[in-house]
Every structure is written in C-alpha cells, then in structure tokens.
C-alpha cells in the first residue's frame, strides 16, 4: 500500500440504501444533496460521492439530475466528483452508468462483484414509513442480489476509462481484490488503484477489524505499492473502522449513505458533522487532511471536464 502523506477524506453524501423515514437529515433533492456535498467539501473532504435521488427519496439515475448537482458543486468547490456507477440494486448497469458517461467525472465507483446485498432489516427499525415505496424497495434486496458481472465490469472500464474517468474499486470481500488483479493484469484496471474496503453489509465482510488488516495483507501481497487503500464500515462502525484505516497509513469515508449516526443514539445532521468528526480525529493522529489539488496529484485524476477545457 502507499502509506498516504496525507489523508484523503471521502464523504458519501446520500447513497441509496437509506430512506426518509430513518432520519430527517438525509438529503434528497438534487438542491440538497448539493448543499450536503458542498458543507462537507467546506469542513475537509476532498472528494465527494453522490448518488442521486427524487425529492420523495427515492433513487434515481437520470444524468439531467447528477448535471444539476455536479454544477452546483463545481461552481462553490474544488472537491473531486465521485459518481456511483452502483446506482441500486434495482437498477440496470446501463441505467447505473448514465450518469457517469454523460459527465466523464474525475473519479467512479466500481463495485468488483456480484454479491448479496441486503438492507432488508431497515424494515425492522422503522415504526412509520414516510412513503409507500420504502418499506418494499429495502424488503425487496432479501431476495434479489446486486449484480455485478464480470462483462459488466469490463465494459464499465472500458466505457468510462476511455474518457478519462478513473475508479475507485469498491471491494466487499477478499474475492473482489482477486477479481481487480483479473482485471489490472488485462490492463483494463490501471495503477495507481484506489481500493475502497466495504466492512459491515449483509452478504458481504463483516465489520471485524481483523477482516481489514486481512484486507490490506492480500491488496499488499497482490499490488504492491501500486495503490491506496481506504475503509468504511456501514452503520455503528463507521468512525472506528475510518480511524483504523487512517492508523494503517490509508485514507477515509464517512457520510450519510454509510451511517446515519454521529455518536451513540445521535443523529448526524449533515455530512459536514461526521467530516468534522473524523477530520479531528485524523488530526489527533498526527496526520494531515488532503486538500483536492493533493487528492488529485495522490490518485492520478486528470481534474474536472471544466477544468480541463479551460486549461
């Protein structure tokens, strides 16, 4: 692993797995997942990783709404744009790459294989739901598994890294890192690589913290010095498992799309809550927080498409 200089913090603003009726807090509309994006931007995160949803919350994958909440960004921060190209599990890989082709962003998510994801137990925690399609959208995932093919990998990598788009490889399991290596060795995957360890989702590793130092052991044994590494653990593990990372020499996530939670029985009410969090603690490291000029020269990107034409 290349030991971070500098920590590189990633706030994943509002995802798709959690819905409305857990917290007040969850940015929705395009309006406020660009304000979210833009206060964690301000409190130190280099990098931002949007999802997009309808004002009722639900996820969406149109590009018309990503346009809308990337140009708000750019237009207030620098931060590195890092679009899903996991959209949900209900949607298609050509509905899941739209947004992400029409805006040739710096930076992409890339989950590395097909695997259970299950988030059906939000059910059990939700006394009143806000909306009718929340309780069957999350019950729905116990039964259907997020598919993410070894075809539909190559032609991501193919599609978006021909436009310069670069990705950070979502692996939730040791497998995922063997298939990344498949991929480096038909050169589709190109160093240096941005792994992003996922601990704590049903189906996939588990929150140990065991499971993460194996997890860099094996990206160690299989890529060298070819990459950097980040962690996040869903839910209650989320801080912890970013401090471990940040111990181990690799860089952070935290954000609403990961926990909903700032401390034991609080809600985080924004981004920029848990950004600051995590920042404190990075610092009381030792450590230093990346800037997006930095996070870009650490990770390759070539900067933004308006940076790029201006230039």
């Not at 499971?211 to 912890?240: C, P, T, W």
């Not at 920029?272 to 997006?292: H, M, N, S």
Request: include cysteine.
């Amino acid at each position: 692993m290349r030991a971070a200089e500098k920590v590189i913090i990633t706030t994943a603003v509002t995802g798709s797995v959690n819905v409305p009726s857990q917290s007040p807090y969850l940015p929705l509309s395009a309006d406020e997942v660009a304000d979210a994006a833009i206060g964690a931007a301000e409190a130190g995160s280099a990098v931002v990783h949007l999802h997009a949803r309808r004002p009722d919350g639900r996820p969406t994958f149109e590009p018309e709404v990503f346009e809308e909440i990337v140009g708000r960004i750019t237009a207030r921060t620098d931060a590195v744009i890092n679009i899903t190209t996991g959209g949900s599990p209900a949607m298609t890989m050509e509905q899941r790459l739209a947004a992400a082709v029409a805006l040739r962003p710096e930076l992409a998510s890339m989950n590395m294989g097909s695997m259970n994801f299950v988030y059906s137990g939000i059910a059990d925690k939700v006394a009143e739901w806000k909306h009718d399609w929340e309780k069957p959208y999350v019950l729905n995932t116990y039964s259907h598994p997020f598919v993410n093919t070894f075809d539909a990998i190559e032609h991501a990598l193919r599609t978006l890294g021909g436009s310069g788009t670069r990705f950070e490889y979502e692996c939730y399991d040791i497998g995922h890192l063997y298939s990344l290596a498949y991929f480096l060795d038909k050169g589709l995957a190109k160093p240096p690589l941005l792994i992003q360890g996922v601990f704590g989702i049903l189906g996939g590793i588990g929150a140990d913290h065991e499971n993460l130092e194996h997890m860099v052991r094996i990206a160690d044994k299989l890529f060298g010095d070819d990459y950097s590494f980040s962690a996040f653990a869903a839910g209650r593990d989320q801080m912890q498992f970013a401090t471990h990372s940040a111990w181990l020499g690799g860089h952070v996530r935290v954000g609403l799309e990961d926990s909903l939670w700032l401390g034991k029985g609080r809600l985080a009410q924004s981004n920029a809550e848990q950004v600051g969090k995590i920042r404190a603690v990075v610092e009381d490291l030792g450590k230093q927080i990346a800037t997006p000029v930095e996070a870009r020269a650490m990770l390759a990107l070539r900067g933004n498409v308006k940076q790029e034409e201006a230039s």
